[in-house]
């Protein structure tokens, strides 16, 4: 189905601030993906507070343009989905995610990260990250446990030594 050229313009307007806001963004090649899959998605993404918009690669194209943005922009699939968000690694994390669980549909073609264009791979290696609460919690088990170590150690002398 042919869109307008008024539709275009505001499918391009639309994506244009939603990029412009956006410090992280995932592009993925979506094909034969189920609609309840889609939907699923989606509510996962909101929940996250990330953005997730499906458009015709050629007006995505027009709204990167005028993001400018560093580095070469990856070759996008005919069918292309955008998930986009203010938190650098949320959109990585759930969309990696998202693929794992949907090999055959959802391939990630790339993205953008603090303002430069990265390839997949990269997408990948970023979703491993920890997020920000995970890694505050293994910083303070590291620094707890020489702590606990000690106190352990202590607990074992005093049982060992003779009552008077």
Partial sequence: MAINKAKKKEIVEKLEKSFSGAKSIVFLGVKGIKV????KLRKTLREQGVGYTIAKKTLVGRALDTAKLEGVRPDFLAELAVAYSEDNLATHREISDFQKKNKDNVKIIGGVFEGVYVDAAKVSSLASIPSLQTLRAQFVNIINSPIQ?????LSEIAKSKPQA
């Fill in 36 to 39: 309840n899959e889609q939907n």
């Fill in 149 to 153: 170590g000690f106190v352990m150690a």
